[in-house]
């Protein structure tokens, strides 16, 4: 079936470096799915960061980046510099193109900015 | 900020005991969805809704699951008789249509002893 990967389940990265987030993506049944980054801060509830649903185009949000990448099959979620506020866990995840449009997520990464 | 509202936030049932609880999708969003969140941060859809009709549902949730979305009440999932690998986050999601980017609530974790 369909499926969403994130090899990293932890990532620990200092203020003001970069951050990549690896994620890809099985669509057997789905010619083009729409793609998502949600995120999930201490003591809040699931809030999306950013979506693409168009192949080859790039999302953005609160200085994230994501380009969805047909041929790699591949969704990375980067920052340039990260914030003590970017501590949080983030899920990929694709929703089908038929039935109910239901979410596949990933299992998260845990990330966590040291000051 | 979602406006998607989940009770109770907490919930401790004993094994076969039943367990409910509900979602206030927000305003304007017609389309429900329910999933499961286990301890290994998998999440697994249960089911979703347009209005009052079950659009999708898999096989678990027909037989100790059950769902409704009545006209001008909350959404609600209710498991008949809990089981200890019931406990998890269960997530409600709404949407304006199925489409739609979907908005979570904070969900409800289920603790089955």
């Known amino acids: 079936g369909d499926s969403v990967t994130q090899t990293e389940g932890q990532v620990t990265v200092s203020e003001s470096k970069s951050l990549i987030i690896n994620c890809t993506y099985s669509?057997?049944?789905?010619?083009?799915?729409?793609l998502f980054w949600y995120v999930r801060y201490p003591g809040e509830g699931l809030q999306l960061l950013l979506k693409v649903i168009t192949a080859g185009q790039k999302g953005s949000s609160r200085g994230f980046e994501a380009t969805y990448n047909k041929e790699a099959t591949s969704f990375h979620l980067q920052k340039a510099s990260v914030q003590e506020s970017d501590s949080a866990v983030y899920y990929c995840a694709l929703s089908e193109s038929q039935g109910g449009r239901a979410l596949i997520f990933g299992t998260g990464t845990t990330v966590s900015v040291s000051p | 900020n979602s406006k998607v509202i989940q009770t109770p936030r907490y919930l401790v049932k004993g094994q076969g005991q039943k367990a409910k609880m509900r979602c206030i999708p927000e305003?304007?969003?017609?389309?429900v969805f329910w999933y499961q969140q286990n301890k290994n941060n998998e999440f697994k859809f249960l089911i979703n809704f347009q209005n009052q009709e079950v659009l999708q549902q898999i096989d678990m949730t027909e037989k100790r699951f059950s769902a409704e979305c009545p006209s001008n009440s909350p959404c609600s999932l209710e498991i008949q008789s809990s089981e200890a690998g019931d406990s998890a986050l269960y997530l409600c999601?709404?949407?304006?249509?199925?489409?739609?980017?979907?908005?979570f609530g904070p969900g409800t974790r289920l603790l089955v002893l």
């Open positions: 305003k304007g969003h017609p389309v």
């Open positions: 669509a057997t049944s789905i010619g083009y799915p729409n």
């Open positions: 999601a709404s949407s304006r249509g199925v489409q739609d980017t979907q908005y």
